[in-house]
């Protein structure tokens, strides 16, 4: 098994490249898929950062949670590059149906005051919202209808042990030992988990770097990328 030492230099080395992909655009984009292209890079980039940050102080199932991300992140990448202005249309779709979610629960939760100019205008929101939305995108079906499908899988392992407040992911604030009760503040990980988790965020980063390639009609940066998904490779190779 490579020591931490070669995932972090390996997951160093990955976010150069990624940000190197960006020294290659010429911004501001002309298409809207372009734009939201660029912008699910930048997303990707900045929670990878944030994952080896939290891995750095040793909150690893905090890494995990924002890890998470960077999968979804690379399903709507994967998303754009295979169907482009359709995928996005099916965002802002989306988007507005969420919007206007949220109007409603504003009403139900009685937090908008009745008979005021406020009240009039959101519910003139509400119905043009109404009119225009569709239904609600999932990162599930989302992944599903992408080569990346198989992510998905690391998405449900990630939500389980570490996003979402299950069974699992609360016991790991059980201590172990001869006091039976012992809570821990900070939920701990070994040292193979902490490897996991950067191999699996350097999966989505790279991931994401090759959908972003595409959406943008290549990169001059893909051959760096084709290297670091090679040393990936051989990291794996030695866990």
């Known amino acids: 098994m490579p020591d931490a030492k070669a995932w972090y230099e390996f997951a160093d080395r990955l976010e150069k490249t990624a940000i190197r992909m960006f020294e290659e655009l010429e911004l501001p984009t002309s298409e809207r898929k372009d734009t939201y292209a660029v912008t699910l890079l930048a997303r990707t980039i900045s929670n990878f950062n944030g994952v080896m940050v939290l891995i750095n102080a040793a909150l690893v199932v905090e890494a995990r949670t924002l890890m998470r991300c960077c999968w979804e992140n690379a399903f709507y990448l994967t998303g754009i590059a295979k169907r482009g202005e359709e995928f996005v249309r099916e965002m802002l779709t989306s988007d507005l149906t969420t919007r206007h979610a949220l109007g409603e629960r504003l009403f139900q939760q009685k937090l908008v005051e009745r008979g005021n100019e406020a009240e009039d205008h959101l519910r003139q929101v509400l119905k043009t919202l109404k009119k225009a939305k569709g239904q609600s995108r999932t990162p599930k079906d989302i992944a599903d209808s992408g080569p990346m499908s198989v992510g998905y899988i ?64 290549g990169s001059r940066a893909a051959p760096e990328v084709k290297e670091r998904l090679a040393e990936l490779g051989r990291l794996k190779e030695l866990r």
């Not at 790991?172 to 030992?177: A, S, Y």
């Not at 902490?194 to 770097?209: R, Y």
């Open 154 to 217: 690391i998405y449900m392992t990630v939500s389980d042990d570490a996003a979402h407040p299950t069974v699992r992911s609360l016991s790991r604030h059980i201590k172990e030992g001869p006091e039976p009760g012992v809570i821990d503040i900070i939920a701990r990980a070994g040292p193979e988990e902490v490897i996991e988790t950067i191999d699996f965020a350097c999966g989505a980063l790279l991931g994401a770097c090759y959908a972003f390639g595409e959406a943008m009609g």
